[in-house]
């Protein structure tokens, strides 16, 4: 699976990023090679929280719009 993440360039130094499609999915580093295991980690630990609970309820609705 290929997952695309956003860096950015820290004012104080280092990296962050994010990972538009997994929502809250953010880390940061010193240096790029740290960047892409923290990232690694970051998606990992994503996935293995699994669903909110917010989500899970099933009068819920999600809506994927077009702008």
């Not at 880390?27 to 996935?47: K, P, V, Y």
């Not at 989500?55 to 819920?60: F, G, I, S, T, Y």
């Amino acid at each position: 699976m290929n997952i695309k993440a956003v860096v950015h360039k820290a004012e104080e130094g280092g990296y962050w990023a994010e990972v538009p499609a997994l929502p809250g999915c953010v880390t940061q580093a010193e240096s790029m090679d740290e960047l892409r295991r923290n990232l690694r980690e970051a998606i990992e630990g994503w996935f293995e929280a699994g669903t909110p609970e917010s989500a899970e309820n099933q009068q819920d609705e999600i809506l994927e719009l077009a702008v």
